[in-house]
């Protein structure tokens, strides 16, 4: 098993910047590929993006490609979301999710999950 914890999400304004973090533990960290999502009320969980086990491989979703920015201190056990230019559609609930080996990208891949953290974009 895997306990994942995010924290960072908080209230900002509209072109604002946030950097969301996940800390891992109980299992190697290296063994998994980590992924963010989120959900706003009455959507589906989006995959924003992924990262691989080494961080040499990402992926995007097209909504925040060129606005966020996904990475890993494999060190620290913790991933991280950069974001940039903040819109109010980014506003939701955003998860922290390990997947075994490499990137996935369907939300049922993702074997443990943490408890999200909210993020509210104002203008």
């Known amino acids: 098993q895997v306990q994942l914890v995010e924290s960072g999400g908080e209230l900002v304004q509209a072109g604002g910047s946030l950097r969301l973090s996940c800390a891992a533990s109980?299992?190697?960290?290296?063994?998994?590929?980590m992924g963010w999502f989120r959900q706003a009320p009455g959507n589906e969980r989006e995959l924003v993006a992924a990262i691989n086990w080494s961080g040499g491989n990402t992926y995007y979703g097209a909504s925040v490609k060129g606005r966020f920015t996904i990475s890993r201190d494999n060190a620290k056990s913790t991933v991280y979301l950069q974001m940039n230019s903040l819109k109010a559609e980014d506003t939701a609930v955003y998860y922290c999710?390990?997947?075994?080996?490499?990137?996935?990208?369907?939300?049922?891949?993702?074997?443990?999950w943490g408890q999200g953290t909210q993020v509210t974009v104002s203008s």
């Open positions: 999710a390990a997947a075994p080996t490499g990137i996935r990208y369907w939300a049922s891949s993702y074997d443990y």
């Open positions: 109980g299992r190697t960290f290296t063994d998994y590929a």
